[in-house]
């Protein structure tokens, strides 16, 4: 039954001449959609490219993953509301997404990369610029300049990868000003988000059945990307994706940029002239003399030990010399002959005399 609806879908649009968007078919079904793969996104080719998360869409009988892709926006100040699958009645059906000025309602479902369940922090629209939050997008600065940075957007969380919105999904209800949005004028997916989808389903590593949840290609650069281009970087099925880990390895490229940037300011550095470098070896000999002068007391206070310490040493000796000897030095102290002093008249008598010679000279 479900062959049929998709064989009279393709018919109808070829009679209408549309290329038929493969995942937006009017098809329900009752096998629910497998978790989202985690996967890096790819570095921002350039400047006005938006992300497209990848999804699962369904084939003839079976899922298959379409890789998350860089695309160009259809028109100025248009942003991209992702599809879903929705659980209703007892059968999943697929909502497709649009192109429309404002996000609407994607069922809730978490697919990372900006679009967190709700609404759309990954960039903006600043007139015919389109800015890339490099918070949550993979963006090589030298590459993309149209760029901000918001990091309050950030929610560390663990992502259960549920891709589908209703009984045993996720139990999220559109807001008034999702619904509203869905009411404007709107886009469908573009030739070239058509011909990506396509190119995955006629990719047989890419169906469910074939890579039991881990796709082989994830994410691309571009529609059309070489293999060069491709990052094949799955996750497994156990892990948990956190969008918090991108702000560390960011800070730690900000630290990078800023150490080369120091060291090219002082290789544009000019030479030193002889006076400044006169006036460095100075200053060193200077630190050098104090250096010596301060080792000096130091010294001083070693050799003034030592002396102490020979000091002590001799003054047992002295103590331990036999009484006959120092008796000996007593009593020739005592014999010495007293020193002679002049009688005081004699000593007067003959200042007296000096006087008188000088007068009569």
Not at 57 to 71: H, Q
Not at 147 to 169: E, L
Not at 195 to 216: L, Y
Not at 294 to 308: L, Q
Request: glycine share 10%; net charge neutral; with cysteine.
């Amino acid at each position: 039954m479900l062959k049929l609806i998709r064989v009279r879908f393709i018919l109808l649009a070829l009679l209408l001449g549309m290329t038929p968007s493969l995942s937006s078919a009017d098809i329900s079904i009752t096998i629910a959609p497998p978790p989202l793969a985690v996967y890096d996104q790819p570095l921002c080719p350039g400047d006005g490219y938006i992300w497209v998360p990848g999804y699962w869409a369904y084939g003839e009988d079976d899922y298959y993953w379409v890789p998350g892709v860089w695309v160009l926006a259809p028109q100025r100040g248009y942003l991209w509301t992702p599809g879903y699958w929705g659980f209703e009645g007892g059968h999943y059906g697929w909502h497709a997404g649009y192109w429309g000025r404002r996000i609407g309602f994607y069922g809730g479902v978490n697919y990372g990369f900006g679009y967190f369940g709700s609404g759309f922090v990954g960039g903006r629209w600043e007139g015919d610029r389109f800015l890339c939050n490099t918070a949550v997008w993979h963006v090589n600065n030298t590459v993309v300049h149209n760029t901000y940075v918001d990091r309050t957007v950030i929610k560390n969380v663990t992502v259960n990868r549920v891709s589908f919105n209703g009984a045993g999904g996720i139990e999220a209800r559109a807001t008034a000003e999702e619904e509203s949005a869905a009411r404007e004028q709107h886009l469908e997916a573009t030739q070239e988000q058509r011909t990506h989808e396509e190119t995955a389903v006629r990719d047989n590593s890419q169906r469910f059945s074939v890579n039991k949840g881990n796709p082989t290609k994830t994410a691309i650069t571009k529609v059309g990307a070489g293999a060069g281009e491709e990052v094949n970087r799955p996750a497994a099925a156990t892990e948990e994706r956190k969008e918090a880990t991108k702000e560390t390895t960011k800070e730690e490229t900000t630290t990078k940029e800023q150490t080369t940037k120091e060291e090219a300011t002082k290789a544009n550095e000019p030479p030193k002239g002889k006076e400044e470098v006169t006036k460095e070896k100075e200053q060193t000999t200077k630190e050098e003399v104090k250096g010596k002068e301060a080792a000096t007391p130091a010294k001083h206070e070693e050799r003034a030990k030592t002396e102490e310490k020979a000091k002590a040493e001799e003054k047992p000796k002295a103590e331990g010399q036999p009484k006959a000897e120092a008796q000996k030095e007593h009593h020739q102290a005592n014999n010495a002959k007293p020193v002679e002093e002049k009688p005081k008249g004699e000593k007067g008598k003959g200042e007296k005399n000096e006087k008188d010679k000088k007068q009569q000279q």
